[in-house]
């Protein structure tokens, strides 16, 4: 009897044991799965900081430059960013440098406003960085890239031996390539066709891609827009759609741009932060900028922009928008050549070619080179000029006032790099010039072009014509 309840009792043990083992097991393929769940979580809701620095340069004062650099990164400083990314042209290669030493200075001068913060950053090498003095797309003249890579050895910069390179931060991976392999090339104003990433960083960014395709997201900063060649970007773009490539980010233009998404890759282009910008609106370029990108897990959660001096919200540009500012933009470039003044006697009077035309000063490149109406209007000296006049189709009227014009009137060709005219229309603006000052040297006159988008838009220009 003892026998037999000895046995009971052991097989009860054992699958008390069993069971034990069984929930066990259960209980910790349960914990298992919620710190699995729980770094998905984790992952997917992970929020990174990123504040981003426009161009100082090219810019008429470089210490003015770096002083606007100087407090757009104290501003995102305030955010607590993770890493700060510069998207180009932190130093000036020709303008004011005569020597090694002139450029090694600003160098300084602008990693240490970098630095300064302890937070980590990345530059893309933009073209004031490393063109040479004498333009020559393709220039073989290489001595100031190699300044460049100089400054980047002697002081503290995320660059090491080669203009393109990558870096991680909390589980992101950032990518920064070298726009300028091919010296004085530009993706809009320069040799657009050789404006390109070459073969061994295309290679090289293949392998780097390969090797962080497990990172929470990737963020790629170059300087120039190389996409607007999309012939030439193209190639990147199928190798960066592979992956897990949340933004790319690029400067140059000086405004701000969103170029949209494309296959999940959103297209950014950076304003300035310190180099010079075009007389607009602030919400088309016309101020200085400093940026705050919010990643949450592998998405954009904010991407906000801001005025320097006023810390105010800006509207990230969209991209048809400033290519109808660029666009305008040309067409004004263009009235520089209406004009000729010259003296005879005590008079100012017009040259046409090599003959004289009279003493009306007329704006014949006036015209709308866009597909939405425009308001222009002139401003001028009324000690030097006088009865002003709009010549609209075959009547005139006064030209003190704004005038409207229809999308494409005037315009031969129109497009964001440039802008003409088939044939030679009369000027739209004119004006009696009746100043006899002799010791006038030029007339300035000042255009400003409206229009309404997604907001009220304008451009300002300043038109000066030199008296021979």
Request: glycine share 6%; aromatic share 12%.
């Amino acid at each position: 009897m003892s026998y037999i309840t000895s046995s009971c009792t052991n097989n009860q043990t054992s699958q008390v044991c069993e069971m034990c083992k069984y929930y066990s097991t259960i209980v910790k393929n349960i914990i298992r799965l919620l710190f699995i769940l729980f770094g998905f979580y984790s992952c997917a809701h992970q929020q990174l900081t990123i504040g981003i620095v426009g161009d100082q340069f090219g810019s008429f004062d470089t210490e003015k430059s770096y002083e606007i650099m100087q407090e757009s990164v104290n501003k995102l400083v305030n955010y607590n960013p993770d890493i700060l990314l510069h998207v180009g042209d932190i130093v000036e290669s020709i303008r004011g440098i005569g020597s090694f030493k002139d450029y090694e200075s600003n160098f300084i001068t602008a990693t240490k406003i970098m630095n300064s913060t302890q937070i980590p950053w990345l530059l893309a090498v933009g073209d004031h960085d490393v063109n040479p003095p004498n333009y020559q797309a393709c220039s073989s003249d290489r001595s100031r890239e190699t300044w460049f890579m100089a400054c980047c050895e002697l002081y503290d910069t995320p660059i090491s031996d080669k203009p393109y390179y990558s870096k991680d931060v909390k589980g992101y991976h950032f990518i920064s390539l070298y726009s300028l392999e091919n010296l004085h090339t530009d993706p809009r104003w320069g040799s657009i066709f050789l404006n390109k990433i070459n073969t061994e960083q295309i290679s090289w960014l293949r392998d780097d891609l390969k090797n962080n395709k497990h990172s929470k997201g990737i963020i790629v900063l170059v300087h120039q827009p190389n996409w607007y060649v999309w012939s030439n970007w193209m190639k990147i773009h199928e190798i960066l759609r592979g992956y897990n490539v949340i933004a790319v980010i690029a400067g140059h233009y000086h405004y701000d741009q969103d170029d949209g998404i494309i296959d999940n890759i959103h297209y950014i282009v950076m304003g300035s932060s310190g180099g010079i910008v075009k007389d607009t609106d602030a919400h088309s370029g016309g101020v200085q900028e400093y940026a705050i990108l919010k990643l949450k897990g592998s998405k954009i959660d904010n991407l906000n922009l801001f005025e320097v001096k006023s810390d105010s919200v800006l509207e990230w540009t969209p991209r048809k928008s400033m290519d109808r500012i660029q666009a305008i933009s040309c067409m004004l470039d263009n009235l520089l050549q209406d004009v000729h003044l010259a003296r005879k006697g005590d008079s100012i009077v017009v040259l046409n070619g090599s003959s004289l035309d009279g003493n009306y000063l007329a704006l014949a490149s006036l015209a709308n080179p866009i597909d939405i109406p425009i308001e222009i209007e002139i401003l001028f000296p009324d000690t030097i000029l006088t009865n002003p006049v709009w010549n609209i189709s075959d009547s005139t009227m006064i030209g003190y006032g704004p005038v409207k014009l229809s999308p494409g009137e005037r315009i031969g060709w129109a497009n964001y790099s440039n802008v003409g005219q088939w044939y030679q229309f009369p000027g739209l603006w004119k004006a009696e010039i009746i100043s006899d000052d002799k010791n006038l040297k030029y007339i300035t006159l000042t255009v400003i072009v409206k229009f309404y988008d997604t907001k009220h838009r304008f451009i300002n220009r300043s038109i000066t014509y030199a008296i021979n």
